[in-house]
């Protein structure tokens, strides 16, 4: 990118150098002070004068040593010319003046006040009339002058001294005036070289008018109304090559006029009015190269014998629109330079069999528009060199085998537009080196050979001609693709078949091996392209192929104007345009679709091809079957978008429905054809039969609504069956076997069975199951009514059978009676559940309803007792007796009986909870002072946290005050949880129910879930009793109702 932007610079920078060096060079020098000067559109210099007006008067353009241009702007004066004066621009080669009015200098004057010292060319047009007002004066002092152009000035008479002092003049242009030349006008000119004087309304030449122009060898004539000339008018120009004497009216000419133009090369003309020429127009004229006789607008009819015969220099000859109808043989005999002859639009009908045999070097010859219904075999024997033969407009109707055989550099062969009905199988055998043919507007109906490929298909005439670029049939009646056209024709390029008699295409015929091919097929009689084979064709070609994919080198198809029908055989088609097919198709063939319609059928006729759905397209079976065994008074439609054969037979007033459907296995070979659909509806079909005909076990959709049934049986069709319309009917039954049949099907989309006049009953129950189970498969549910009107989808199968609805609602509310007095139950027993399992418990009676399973069976202790050492007294006295020789006798933990001497404290409490079942904790005021009580309390808290059991049970030994002064944790565990109190009449039962189970009783205690959770923030639990006294009962609540259950609630472990 820097290289680039480096390399910009630098050219902006040269380009603005060169400019300023032009500017420095010539900056308008010496600038008229009323005069504008800039830069004009060429590069030149552009002065506009005077600089103060809106509309100049004058422009001049110039550029030095090149050229100046003045032109006026509704100048009335000739001396606004002065208006430039003071420019110094030098020498020029060419000095113009437009639209001015003739100055009163001379132009060497003129040309002196810009500072222009001489000019090689000087143009003046006015396009105004100067009549006679042009002198000698005006053009004084131009020596130098080298070519003078007066043309369209409406000069009528010149002053016979006019050009004395431009001697060294060449070329003069007086054409498109209307000037009446002096005899001598041309005495001081002795070197012009070209005089134009066409279009002057001339009417006469004195002879001797051209003398003194020794040199001259180009004279236009033409577009005057010389009719009246003579060999004396030419005879002083004997260095003349070329003579215009076209568009002036002449009849004739004298045999001699040219007799002195020896050197003569070109001769025109044409658009004269000749009716005869003289035999010996040309014998004495042997340089003559090129002669324009064409447009003549009379009846010329023919030429004389050997009229051009002997020219040996001549190249080009233009008969063209002269109304000859008929050549002498010997008319071009000896011209053996002839290089193109035109004949065109005359009125030839033959042409004599040896007229072009000495013409062996000609390379183009145009014969067309004339009448020729006739060539003689040997008339292009001799044209070994040819190269574009035109015979197109013609009356031709055959060609034949050696017409053409001799043309073996042969590029362009033009047969258009004749009534052409057989051409020769070998006519076109030696053409090898044809790019063009046009055939077109021709009878031709066959182009083959005598001998075909077996494989590939006939080839045409054409098979030789290999080189083949462009080939145009159009209107004929040709109905094939010939297979040379696409295997050998390599360089192909444009092959024209509109307006021709194809009938339909296959995919192999757009197969062609040149590369970028344009096929025009617009305009035949083509219903069908099959394209069923598109995708397999590219498969082979592209898919599985190892060579690379090429790039835009598909066929390119117009198939604009034929009477598409569009039914099944347009299906791949269709798919083509829209683009469902594979996209290595758009490799084989590019077919332009953008006005192609439907021709057929109705319905879809004028719809473009490229906008309909391949599923409207269908096809009557009877062109496609190779049996025709649709149902009487039915139509069969083959559908390919999905498969399917449609047996139509709606509202034909069948009273019973078709005995057979019609078998795919007779469908030809192409089709896909794996179901049928039969439509019934609108008729008066009252049953089904019990056994179905061939074809319906391939039926997968029927129709039978608008019917008269009253019942059906399914039992009999197909198991394949998806649709089945059923509604507006008679039916008030349908039987459950038929109803089995659809609950199995594995194919059922949808079943109709709205407006039918339903029995509702209790025979309808399983009826009612099979709806309420399919709803989604049925349609418009709220149509579905019993015959009383009441809808399918708000009935219960309760209110089908009404004599069972008593026994049931008693049933019912003895069920309901029976689970109110569970639920009542059960609702009792969790509200005093612990209070049931406590007296349980405490009477043994059902254990097996308590049992407590030994989760931890290898612990020492039941439990570690945690207490302050002050409260050691209740203790030792009243709790160990109580639990260790009780009726149930507890394993305990004790401080001072279990501990070793001199262990870690805080190893000895983490030990003593690890193997306890439980830790008791007496609670008092004691307890909350001691360290050593709290740690106890926090290890056996933590452990029971991780285990997810309830491991700690409280024991509430005297008053300890408000709940918010405790520890965090202590005050957690109390608000959440229930404990003992000393002093409570139940108070052993409820420690021994929370104590881990004895073996004996341990089957038949279960955990007690905790229903509820008591919480006991900012209240004071207290005791009233002296904490060394049996403490009395308290109004703290205590732990009465709710036991934990630290197994059941907290883990999933199986309880010991």
Known sequence: MSKLRMLATLLVGVLWFQSQEVLTEFQCPGTPADCACSRGMKG???????????????????????????QCMDMKEWEDLRLVSGLKIGPVNHFIIKLCPLPGISFKELMA?????????????????????????????????????????????????????????????????????????????????????GSNNMNYLEPGIFRNLTKLRLLNLWGNKLQNLSRSVFSDVPNLESLDLNSNGLTTLPPDIFADLIKLQKVNLYANNFQTLPQSLFRNTPNLEQIQIHNNRRT????????????????????KDSNLSSLPEDLLWG???????????????????????????????????????????????????????????????NISQGLFSSLYVLEELKLADNEIKFIHPE????????????????????????????????????????????????????????????????????????????????????????????????????????????????????????????????????????????????????????????????????????????????ELKETLV????????????????????????????????????????????????????????????????????????????????????????????????????????????????????????NLT???????????????????????????????????????????????????????????????????????MTAAIVSLSITLAFLCLLIGGSIAIYYRYQREIKVWLYANKLCLWFVTEEELDKDKLYDAFVSYSHQDEKFVVEDLVPGLENGPTKFKLCLHYRDW?????????????????????????PNFLESVWGRMEFRAAHSQALSEGRARVIIILYGDIGATDNLDPELKAYLSMNTYVKWGDPWFWEKLRYALPHPPELSKGIPLISRQTIRRNTGEKLMNGTDPNSTPPSVTTPPADALFIDPLKTLSNSKPV
């Open 44 to 70: 030149d210099f552009e002065l506009l004068c005077p600089k103060t007006s809106n509309q100049p008067t004058l422009i001049a353009n110039f550029l030095p040593n090149q050229y100046m241009e003045l």
């Open 113 to 197: 006040t810009v500072g222009i010292n001489s000019t090689k060319i000087l143009q003046i047009q006015s396009h105004s009339n100067l009549s006679d007002t042009l002198t000698s004066r005006h053009l004084e002092g131009l020596h130098d002058l080298d070519r003078l152009n007066l043309h369209s000035n409406a000069l009528t008479k010149l002053p016979e001294d006019l050009f004395k002092d431009v001697e060294n003049l060449k070329w003069l242009d007086l054409k498109n005036n209307n000037v009446q030349l002096p005899k001598g006008i041309f005495r001081y000119v002795p070197k012009l070289e070209v005089l134009e004087l």
């Open 300 to 319: 010329l009819k023919t030429l004389p014998s050997g009229f051009l015969a002997n020219l040996t220099k001549l190249k080009e000859l233009n008969l």
């Open 335 to 397: 011209c053996i330079s002839l290089d193109n002859i035109t004949l065109k639009k005359n009125l030839l009908t033959q042409l004599p069999d040896k007229i072009f045999k000495d013409i062996k070097s000609v390379t183009m010859i145009d014969l067309s528009n004339n009448r020729l219904n006739y060539l003689p075999e040997s008339l292009l024997s001799s044209q070994h060199k040819l190269k574009k033969l035109d015979m197109s407009h013609n009356k031709l109707t």
């Open 427 to 602: 006519a076109f055998a030696v053409l090898q080196g044809l790019k063009t043919i046009n055939l077109s507007y021709n009878k031709l109906s066959v182009l083959h050979r005598e001998f075909a490929d077996e494989e590939l298909g006939s080839n045409s005439i054409f098979q030789t001609c290999v080189k083949l670029e462009v080939v145009d049939l159009s209107y004929n009646e040709l109905s094939t693709i010939y297979s040379d056209w696409r295997v050998s024709m390599v360089n192909l390029q444009h092959l024209d078949l509109s307006y021709n008699d194809f009938t339909n295409l296959t995919i192999a015929d757009l197969q062609f091996t040149s590369a970028k091919l344009k096929l025009d097929l617009s305009s035949n009689m083509i219903h069908t392209v099959y394209m069923k084979d598109a995708e397999a064709l590219a498969k082979f070609k592209y898919i599985n192929s190892t060579s690379p994919i090429p790039i835009n080198n598909s066929i390119k198809v117009i198939l604009t104007g034929n009477p598409i029908v569009c039914d099944c055989n347009a299906y791949h088609l269709v798919k083509y345009f829209r683009g469902q097919v594979e996209p290595e198709v758009n490799l084989l063939v590019d077919i332009d679709g953008s006005n192609l319609r439907c021709n057929s059928p109705e």
């Open 610 to 729: 490229m906008d309909l759905d391949p599923r409207q397209l269908s096809c009557p079976t009877e062109i496609l079957l190779k049996k025709n065994d649709c149902p009487k008074n039915c139509s069969c439609q083959y559908w390919p978008s999905n498969a399917a054969i449609l047996v139509n037979c709606s509202y034909r007033g069948l009273t019973n429905i078709p005995p057979s459907l019609p078998t795919p296995i007779l469908l030809e070979e192409w089709m896909n054809v794996n179901h049928t659909e039969l439509d019934l509806r609108g008729n008066k079909i009252t049953f089904l039969p019990n056994k179905l005909g061939n074809g319906y076990s391939n039926a997968t959709k029927i129709y039978l609504s608008y019917n008269n049934l009253t019942n059906i049986n399914l039992t009999s069709f197909s198991d394949k069956l998806q649709i089945i319309e059923l509604d507006n009917n």
């Open 733 to 803: 039954r349908i039987d459950e076997a038929s109803l089995n049949i659809l609950e199995k099907s594995k194919h059922i989309e949808k079943i109709s069975l709205q407006n039918n006049p339903w029995i509702c009953d209790c025979q309808t129950k399983v009826f009612l199951n099979f709806i309420q189970a399919n709803y989604k498969k049925i349609p418009n549910l709220k149509n579905l009514t019993c015959s009383n009107g009441i809808p399918f989808s708000e009935l219960t199968a309760n209110e089908l059978c009404p004599t």
């Open 900 to 924: 070793l001497v001199g262990e870690f404290i805080p190893n000895q409490i983490a030990r003593s909870v690890e193997e306890s079942r439980r830790t008791i904790v007496v609670l008092s």
